[in-house]
């Protein structure tokens, strides 16, 4: 058994029996047996070192340096952060930066006060309940609402510093990534790849951007109809209908007409063409709407009574 007493860390390096391990009760009870094996060691190492008493604290151990300087790292390092504009100069004039504190003194409050934020001391100008207005002002003019805005201004300004150089910093990551790539490419295989890969995006690009250009165009209110058209734009490609001829095969006609009535009936036409035409009426329907209700009886009678008028009136 190893110990690092300045990483607080023992190692077991003993063999394990794999018979053991199988079972799962097993595993647990020798598992559990070695790290407490394990941590006893390493407390009564602990008490061996050079102990301190502390008022607060209570006895303290001095560890000593530990035997693995250097851990493996989870994660890779970070990267190195790009320079900004002005670090950059400041590089190349030898400028010291010197950070500036969160906190300041106010001499008429006598107190620490934060620099920027709430109660900041760069509102203080616009707080103050006196101004001083300067003779080409208009008589409307806001001191207050004046002042804030310049703040604002600042304040966007910085802003687009910040993306600025962040835009900087991504193009000399590109930079450098593109140089690496050209010693990849140098290879002629995987050249053409990159070459296909490259086509084929702008291909896909290319396509997006002529779909968009037709929903832009079906968008407005004549369709796209009375648009003009942008220079090197294809003409979209529509459906285009098809007429038949003005004679045609009367076995042709009959089965497009057929297919029709088809279409319409849901095709019940085919299924009850061996009882002709009873199925494409309802009766039952057709006797409830021509009595107003009333039922066949009815308007059998009433239909009886009809002939018998005519009869007599002749």
Same mark, same amino acid.
């Given at each position: 058994?190893?110990?690092d ?19 799962e ?41 530990p ?9 890779p ?18 400028i ?9 003194w ?6 620490w ?15 103050q ?14 001191? *207050?609402? /004046?002042? !804030?805005?310049q703040?604002?201004?600042?304040? +966007?300004? $910085? =802003? ?5 150089? @962040? &835009? ?15 010693t ?8 053409a ?10 291909e ?7 779909i ?23 003409k ?11 004679? *045609?095969? /009367?076995? !042709? ?6 297919? +029709?009535? $088809? =279409? ?5 036409? @085919? &299924?009850?063409?061996?009882?002709g035409?009873?199925?494409l009426?309802?009766?039952r ?30």
């Amino acid at each position: 058994m190893a110990f690092d007493a300045g990483l607080l860390m023992s190692v077991d390096s003993s063999d394990l029996d794999s018979k053991q391990f199988k079972d799962e009760k097993a595993r647990e009870e020798l598992i559990q047996s070695r790290v407490l094996a394990s941590t006893r060691s390493l407390i009564a190492l602990l008490q061996t070192l050079p102990i301190t008493q502390h008022p607060d604290l209570g006895p303290l151990a001095a560890l000593p340096t530990p035997a693995y300087p250097v851990l493996p790292r989870e994660k890779p390092l970070p990267k190195p952060r790009a320079e900004t504009k002005w670090e950059a100069f400041a590089k190349r004039k030898g400028i010291a930066n010197k950070k500036k504190d969160k906190m300041v003194w106010d001499d008429e409050a006598k107190e620490w006060v934060p620099r920027w934020g709430f109660k900041g001391k760069n509102k203080k100008e616009e707080e103050q309940w006196i101004h001083e207005l300067p003779n080409n002002v208009d008589d409307d003019h806001n001191p *207050v609402s /004046a002042l !804030k805005k310049q703040r604002k201004e600042r304040s +966007l300004h $910085n =802003k687009g510093q910040q993306l600025k150089n @962040a &835009t900087r910093a991504n193009a000399e990551i590109q930079k450098k990534q593109d140089k690496s790539s050209d010693t990849l490419q140098s290879n002629p295989l995987i050249r053409a790849n990159g070459a296909e890969k490259k086509r084929s995006e702008r291909e896909q690009r290319m396509a997006k951007l002529d779909i968009d250009v037709l929903r832009s165009r079906g968008s407005t209110a004549s369709m796209g109809r009375f648009d003009k058209t942008l220079e090197g734009e294809q003409k979209e490609k529509g459906i285009k209908r098809k007429f038949e001829a003005n004679e *045609v095969d /009367a076995s !042709k006609e009959r089965a497009s007409h057929m297919a +029709l009535l $088809n =279409k319409m009936t849901n095709g019940t036409l @085919a &299924t009850n063409k061996r009882n002709g035409d009873k199925d494409l009426v309802n009766v039952r329907k057709a006797v409830r709407f021509a009595s107003d209700g009333k039922g066949s009886r009815v308007l059998a009678g009433d239909l009886g009574k009809s002939k018998g008028k005519s009869r007599t009136r002749k």
